[in-house]
């Protein structure tokens, strides 16, 4: 069962500024759920540290032929994600 819909909040650590979720710590690579207008898509989460910089999500499309599309986009403020 999915974890219940929020926003990322950026928190100053011991070790520096980190993203949270839920409360919880986001580490890079970590997998989350990203609400799009037609439903959840599962990706990765990525973040280069800088608080200047948003979080990128980063997920695959599948085409037909069974290739697949590398997608990456930069997470919006306010932007709905779970924990799968």
């Known amino acids: 069962m999915s974890s219940s819909p929020d926003t990322l909040e ?4 011991a070790s520096g500024p980190r993203f949270c979720l839920a409360g919880r ?3 890079g690579g970590d ?3 990203l609400c799009f ?4 898509v599962t990706g ?5 540290g800088d608080p200047s910089t948003p979080p990128r999500f980063h997920c695959s499309i599948e085409l037909e032929g069974g290739r697949v599309e590398e997608c990456s ?7 709905l994600l779970r924990r799968p």
């Open 10 to 13: 950026l928190r100053a650590r």
């Open 73 to 79: 986009l930069p997470l919006p403020e306010g932007a």
């Open 44 to 48: 990765r989460y990525e973040w280069d």
């Open 31 to 33: 997998t989350l759920q």
């Open 25 to 27: 710590p986001v580490h």
């Open 37 to 40: 207008s037609g439903g959840w």
